[in-house]
């Protein structure tokens, strides 16, 4: 085992389609960029997936805990990140109406079996 390892981090987020976004979201992500697929990996990112029920977006990644801070900087500095945000934004709305600050919430965990 390396050494260098570092706890990984479940983290769960939830996001709302737009009544119509389900067809456009999902075609988005049957061919995700390989740019994003790079920035996700350079941000340690790992076991990531997006599931969808009635409306409701679930993304669920694994992070290594001393990358967990480093996230949202690694997007946030990334043209090619928020031109993806900007195509995904078109099928997904704010939790808050009068923002449009607000597409991920992120979930508390409440059960973990091992």
């Keep these: 085992m390396r050494e260098d390892m570092s706890r990984m981090i479940r983290i769960g987020r939830a996001?709302?389609?737009k009544p119509d976004g389900l067809e456009g979201y999902q075609r988005l992500h049957t061919a995700v960029w390989p740019q994003i697929k790079e920035v996700l990996k350079k941000a340690g990112i790992r076991n990531y997936s997006i599931?969808?029920?009635d409306g409701?977006?679930?993304s669920y990644y694994?992070?290594?805990e001393r990358n967990l801070g480093q996230i949202e900087k690694i997007w946030a500095e990334n043209q090619i990140c928020a031109e993806?945000?900007?195509e995904?934004?078109?099928f997904r709305e704010p939790w808050n109406p009068q923002t449009?600050?607000?597409?991920w919430k992120d979930m508390e965990p409440v059960f973990y079996l091992e």
């Design 56 to 58: 409701l977006l679930f």
């Design 84 to 86: 993806w945000e900007a």
């Design 15 to 17: 996001a709302r389609l």
């Design 62 to 64: 694994e992070v290594e």
């Design 88 to 90: 995904a934004d078109r």
């Design 51 to 53: 599931f969808c029920a």
């Design 100 to 103: 449009s600050q607000d597409i």
